[in-house]
């Protein structure tokens, strides 16, 4: 399976490379990076990654679009989020990680979904869309074929759910293992939207 990982300038590393690290464990996953226009991208922890132009994506897989605060401005970004629709309808999954939920809520694609995100910027996401069924207490949430998920690592807990549910949970269980990670298993509940209040 095709793994599509949207990056753009200031995405948050871990959303990325947490989920990136568990999917490459899947013999059968090809891993693409890519961009509107392609070149090197900058997280925001400066992480420079090479990508390719989102118009070479072969998009039958599984779209993966991080957080961070490059979300703010592309939730505004018009061609951005016409680009980022096409793609989520095209993928057979679709993953988000923190923000990264408030631009698939702004391109529309998770209208009357159920979906999280990341819980210090939760009441943000919820203003990107009044038409998502936005769950704070969960850690993540899986709707058809999309998976939101609360912040940062917590994309790695939702990435095992998602392996788990694809190729079963002696997988997901043996990935957790193999990379020497507590799997916050239990999607329902985070105990960091009760921090937040």
């Not at 947490?18 to 490459?24: A, D, R, T």
């Not at 605060?69 to 016409?82: H, I, M, Q, S």
């Not at 996401?125 to 069924?133: A, E, F, R």
């Not at 193999?178 to 916050?184: K, L, M, N, P, V």
């Amino acid at each position: 399976m095709n793994i599509n990982i949207m990056l753009f300038d200031d995405f948050e590393t871990l959303d990325a490379f947490g989920p990136v690290e568990i999917l490459s464990r899947i013999p059968s996953h090809v891993l693409k990076y890519y961009s509107m226009a392609g070149g090197i991208v900058t997280s925001a922890q400066g992480m420079k990654i090479e990508t390719e132009s989102i118009c070479t994506a072969n998009q039958n897989g599984t779209l993966v679009v991080p957080g961070g605060r490059g979300t703010r401005a592309l939730v505004n970004d018009e061609k951005f989020l016409a680009c980022l629709k096409t793609m989520g309808e095209k993928a057979v999954f679709c993953l988000s990680i923190c923000t990264g939920s408030a631009l698939l809520a702004r391109a529309g694609l998770l209208n009357d979904k159920k979906a999280t995100s990341n819980k210090k910027a939760f009441v943000w996401v919820m203003s990107t869309s009044d038409k998502v069924k936005w769950l704070k207490n969960a850690r993540w949430v899986v709707d058809e074929k999309f998976y939101t998920s609360s912040g940062v690592s917590a994309g790695m807990d939702m990435t095992l759910g998602f392996v788990s549910d694809q190729y079963g949970v002696d997988n997901a269980r043996q990935i957790a293992q193999d990379i020497e990670y507590i799997w916050h298993a239990d999607k329902e509940q985070d105990s960091f939207a009760v921090k937040e209040g």
